[in-house]
């Protein structure tokens, strides 16, 4: 319940603010695994900060975001209505789902004489390998291995439990 609305009398003005609040912890229950966030304790408390239940993920700074607006003390700090949450929701997923984040990590075998240089390609939850051979030239520089047999690309998906699953083939 929002603090704003437990009076101890009876409410006759229900206000669109009273569903945001647990609206709000409802959201961190879901993207934190938790059963529960404690009444009246904030996603910012050290204790309950979303980046302590799954850190380094993509999208923290955007749910947080959203929990700033609704999991709040004071009435005139939350969402006005339903609507207005919904709003930023879909703005943080369109955000997500748009932004991409690449990596490049390149392995060597213990001698030195080959390495695969692989590009991982992350959106949102989704991300992409790309693996590309590497040996030496004539003058010893390291260049692409175009007749290695390189494995079919795919996507793949890295869920809440940290399970990674493969849905599909590049194309």
């Not at 001698?111 to 010893?140: C, H, W, Y």
């Amino acid at each position: 319940m929002a603090p704003w609305a437990r009076t101890g009398n009876r409410v006759d003005d229900i206000r669109p603010t009273f569903d945001i609040f647990p609206l709000g912890k409802l959201l961190w229950t879901m993207v934190s695994g938790e059963p529960e966030l404690p009444p009246y304790y904030t996603h910012k408390d050290a204790e309950f900060g979303l980046e302590k239940y799954i850190p380094g993920r993509t999208g923290t700074g955007e749910v947080d975001a959203i929990l700033d607006k609704c999991i709040v003390k004071e009435e005139g700090k939350c969402l006005p209505n339903a609507s207005a949450l919904l709003e930023m929701v879909d703005g943080a997923i369109d955000a997500l789902e748009h932004a991409a984040v690449a990596e490049r990590v390149v392995l060597a075998s213990p001698a030195g004489d080959f390495k695969v240089q692989i590009m991982v390609l992350e959106m949102g939850n989704l991300f992409q390998l790309f693996a590309t051979p590497l040996k030496r030239d004539s003058s010893g520089k390291w260049i692409a291995d175009v007749q290695a047999q390189v494995p079919s690309l795919a996507k793949w998906r890295l869920e809440l439990n940290g399970h990674i699953t493969r849905i599909g083939a590049i194309a």
